[in-house]
């Protein structure tokens, strides 16, 4: 059965070998000066930068196309103000009650805790929801697949899309994290997946000294 009327002719450049292998290695020395960034600026990022970031994210790969994500980008003072003091409640019961002292022991090195003021700081919040169902043409719910894979694909495209256009960023996961729901008029069907904070570093931000292992301990080529 032909389903040619469905499709449309693919739009891709052929590169020789010597043009693939440099936009490969120039794009991995810029990938690997992306940081987390706690320390961030009040400086202001051009909203259109940050959309067509959104939209790089939105271009992403999703099991069936059913796109099973919602971008929530918080400006607001006042948003930004009320996120923050929800997700240090949730994170002082972290620190002090929910996690074990190996969890603890692993973090120490970042020098994280339950204070969070990039969240008020940075002039963007990007908050990611997973959808779990779409609403069909007829108002119908529908199932969306693969919906962890898809919106970790999504997310991880929107942080390398910042990255190249100049912004720094933070994946913050507070846990839980239903009150992002709340706080931003969401469906209690979505699920908060990641806050990533957006914007310029602070002078004189600073980062943890760490190191990413080297190709031979994360592959294998068979």
Not at 8 to 31: Q, V
Not at 131 to 160: C, D, H, P
Request: hydrophobic letters at 40%; aromatic letters at 8%; glycine letters at 6%.
């Amino acid at each position: 059965m032909s389903h040619a009327e469905g499709f449309t002719p693919l739009k891709f450049e052929r590169l020789d070998g010597d043009s693939m292998t440099a936009r490969a290695r120039a794009f991995y020395h810029l990938m690997k000066q992306r940081r987390s960034v706690r320390d961030f600026s009040a400086a202001p990022v051009p909203r259109a930068v940050i959309e067509d970031a959104v939209r790089t994210a939105g271009s992403a790969p999703s099991g069936a196309n059913m796109q099973p994500w919602h971008f929530c980008v918080v400006e607001s003072a006042a948003l930004k103000r009320e996120i923050r003091l929800a997700a240090e409640a949730e994170e002082r019961e972290f620190y002090e009650r929910r996690a074990s002292e190996e969890w603890l022991d692993a973090l120490a090195p970042l020098g994280t805790d339950a204070q969070k003021p990039f969240l008020e700081t940075a002039p963007y919040l990007i908050v990611i929801f997973l959808k779990k169902f779409s609403e069909g043409e007829q108002g119908e719910q529908r199932k969306n697949y693969y919906t962890a894979e898809s919106v970790g694909i999504a997310t991880g495209m929107l942080l390398a899309a910042l990255h190249n256009a100049g912004v720094a960023t933070l994946t913050h996961t507070p846990s839980p994290m239903k009150f992002l729901n709340s706080i931003l008029g969401r469906p209690a069907n979505e699920r908060p997946y990641m806050i990533v904070v957006a914007g310029l570093p602070a002078e004189g931000a600073r980062v943890p000294a760490i190191s990413k292992k080297p190709l031979d301990q994360i592959a294998e080529f068979l």
